[in-house]
Nanobody
Framework: QVQLVESGGGLVQAGGSLRLSCAGS????????MGWFRQAPGKQREFVAS?????????YYAEFVKGRFTISRDDAKNTVYLQMNSLKPEDTAVYYC????????????????WGQGTQVTVSS
């Protein structure tokens, strides 16, 4: 069982930066591929980025965040991060952390564990 708690969301001006954190519980955190998704009002949830389990070495990004967002993990702290730079108003959404035992190149939202989400609002 893994519990995920996101933090770091907030209000930022366009062009600014935020770093989201997702803290996981349990001693098996390093076994899980981790990822970030987002859902804007009135829109479907969409994939943002994912990173393979400890030692896996694979990272995936949605096209709309490439070059602006960076995902990383610190297994000693049971935490995955999403550094978001050059934020745009269209990045406004609730951002969710997810964990799954399958490799990080997910093609599904049917993942093992989800956090409760953290709101990111980018003003123009």
């Amino acid at each position: 069982q893994v519990q995920l708690v996101e933090s770091g969301g907030g209000l930022v001006q366009a062009g600014g930066s935020l770093r989201l954190s997702c803290a996981g519980s349990g001693r098996t955190f390093s076994m899980y591929a981790m990822g970030w998704f987002r859902q804007a009002p009135g829109k479907q949830r969409e994939f943002v980025a994912s990173i393979s389990r400890s030692g896996g070495g694979s990272i995936y990004y949605a096209e709309f965040v490439k070059g602006r967002f960076t995902i990383s993990r610190d297994d000693a702290k049971n935490t995955v991060y999403l550094q978001m730079n050059s934020l745009k108003p269209e990045d406004t959404a609730v951002y969710y952390c997810a964990a799954d035992l399958r490799p990080a190149g997910w093609a599904t939202f049917d993942l093992d564990y989800w956090g409760q989400g953290t709101q990111v609002t980018v003003s123009s």
